[in-house]
Protein backbone atom coordinates (compact mmCIF):
# COMPACT_ATOMS: atom_id res chain seq x y z
CA UNK A 1 0.00 0.00 0.00
CA UNK A 2 1.40 3.67 -0.46
CA UNK A 3 0.32 6.04 1.77
CA UNK A 4 0.32 9.62 1.04
CA UNK A 5 -0.12 12.16 3.71
CA UNK A 6 -1.70 16.05 3.51
CA UNK A 7 -3.02 18.83 5.56
CA UNK A 8 -0.30 20.13 7.26
CA UNK A 9 1.22 23.99 7.81
CA UNK A 10 1.29 26.75 10.31
CA UNK A 11 -1.26 27.68 12.81
CA UNK A 12 -1.05 29.56 16.04
CA UNK A 13 -2.01 28.58 19.10
CA UNK A 14 -5.64 27.60 19.96
CA UNK A 15 -6.35 26.56 16.12
CA UNK A 16 -7.14 23.86 14.15
CA UNK A 17 -5.67 21.44 11.49
CA UNK A 18 -7.17 18.22 9.64
CA UNK A 19 -4.38 15.82 8.27
CA UNK A 20 -5.71 13.48 5.64
CA UNK A 21 -3.97 10.23 4.42
CA UNK A 22 -5.00 8.71 1.15
CA UNK A 23 -3.83 4.74 0.54
CA UNK A 24 -3.80 3.38 -2.70
CA UNK A 25 -3.51 -0.51 -3.23
CA UNK A 26 -4.74 -3.63 -1.34
CA UNK A 27 -7.81 -2.71 0.43
CA UNK A 28 -7.76 -0.08 2.87
CA UNK A 29 -9.85 -1.80 5.22
CA UNK A 30 -7.82 -4.38 6.13
CA UNK A 31 -5.45 -1.78 7.69
CA UNK A 32 -4.98 -0.74 10.93
CA UNK A 33 -3.97 2.83 10.75
CA UNK A 34 -1.93 4.98 12.70
CA UNK A 35 -0.52 8.87 12.98
CA UNK A 36 2.66 9.10 14.78
CA UNK A 37 4.37 12.24 15.05
CA UNK A 38 8.26 12.89 15.37
CA UNK A 39 10.42 16.07 16.27
CA UNK A 40 14.20 16.48 15.77
CA UNK A 41 16.16 13.92 18.09
CA UNK A 42 12.79 12.29 19.72
CA UNK A 43 11.71 8.89 18.85
CA UNK A 44 8.63 8.66 16.77
CA UNK A 45 5.45 8.56 18.50
CA UNK A 46 2.00 7.59 18.36
CA UNK A 47 -0.77 10.08 18.05
CA UNK A 48 -3.92 8.15 17.48
CA UNK A 49 -4.73 4.81 15.81
CA UNK A 50 -7.76 3.16 14.41
CA UNK A 51 -8.84 -0.28 14.17
CA UNK A 52 -9.85 -1.30 10.60
CA UNK A 53 -13.65 -0.83 11.09
CA UNK A 54 -13.30 2.27 12.83
CA UNK A 55 -14.61 1.24 16.50
CA UNK A 56 -11.47 1.21 18.35
CA UNK A 57 -9.43 4.34 18.79
CA UNK A 58 -6.73 4.63 20.89
CA UNK A 59 -4.62 8.48 21.90
CA UNK A 60 -1.84 9.85 23.16
CA UNK A 61 -2.47 10.78 26.78
CA UNK A 62 -1.68 14.97 25.54
CA UNK A 63 -4.31 14.80 22.47
CA UNK A 64 -7.24 13.19 24.70
CA UNK A 65 -10.06 15.54 23.82
CA UNK A 66 -8.13 17.31 21.04
CA UNK A 67 -7.43 15.23 18.31
CA UNK A 68 -10.05 12.99 16.45
CA UNK A 69 -9.18 9.91 14.19
CA UNK A 70 -11.64 8.96 11.87
CA UNK A 71 -11.53 6.81 8.81
CA UNK A 72 -13.52 6.66 5.47
CA UNK A 73 -13.16 3.25 4.06
CA UNK A 74 -14.54 4.11 1.35
CA UNK A 75 -12.56 6.93 0.36
CA UNK A 76 -9.17 4.96 1.22
CA UNK A 77 -8.56 7.39 3.60
CA UNK A 78 -7.81 7.97 7.54
CA UNK A 79 -7.88 11.68 9.43
CA UNK A 80 -6.94 13.64 12.00
CA UNK A 81 -8.76 16.01 13.32
CA UNK A 82 -5.96 18.46 15.07
CA UNK A 83 -8.22 21.33 17.62
CA UNK A 84 -7.21 23.69 20.03
CA UNK A 85 -3.65 22.64 18.98
CA UNK A 86 -0.51 23.76 21.49
CA UNK A 87 3.34 24.64 20.25
CA UNK A 88 4.23 21.47 21.52
CA UNK A 89 2.53 19.42 19.01
CA UNK A 90 4.56 21.12 16.32
CA UNK A 91 6.14 18.35 14.47
CA UNK A 92 6.39 16.01 11.23
CA UNK A 93 3.39 14.02 11.59
CA UNK A 94 3.54 10.47 9.65
CA UNK A 95 -0.16 8.08 8.88
CA UNK A 96 1.01 4.18 8.66
CA UNK A 97 -0.60 1.39 8.41
CA UNK A 98 -0.70 -2.48 9.75
CA UNK A 99 -1.61 -5.23 7.98
CA UNK A 100 -3.30 -6.93 10.96
CA UNK A 101 -6.21 -6.53 14.04
CA UNK A 102 -4.45 -5.36 17.22
CA UNK A 103 -4.33 -1.56 17.28
CA UNK A 104 -1.03 -1.34 18.49
CA UNK A 105 0.58 2.22 19.82
CA UNK A 106 4.05 1.10 18.78
CA UNK A 107 5.54 2.11 15.16
CA UNK A 108 7.28 -1.15 14.89
CA UNK A 109 4.27 -2.73 14.19
CA UNK A 110 3.49 -0.83 11.30
CA UNK A 111 4.91 -1.98 8.10
CA UNK A 112 3.91 1.25 5.89
CA UNK A 113 4.63 4.27 5.98
CA UNK A 114 3.23 7.93 4.26
CA UNK A 115 6.25 10.57 3.71
CA UNK A 116 5.20 12.88 6.64
CA UNK A 117 3.37 16.36 6.49
CA UNK A 118 4.65 19.06 8.93
CA UNK A 119 3.11 20.69 11.27
CA UNK A 120 4.03 24.15 12.68
CA UNK A 121 1.99 25.56 16.10
CA UNK A 122 3.28 29.23 16.47
CA UNK A 123 2.37 30.57 20.31
Known amino acids: VQLQASGGGLVQAGGSLRLSCAAS????????MGWFRQTQGKERELVAA????????NYKDSVKGRFTISRDNAKNTVYLQMNTLKPEDTAVYYC?????????????????WGQGTQVTVSS
Open 96 to 112: AADVGVVVYNIPEKYEY
Open 25 to 32: GRTFSTYV
Open 50 to 57: ISRTGVST
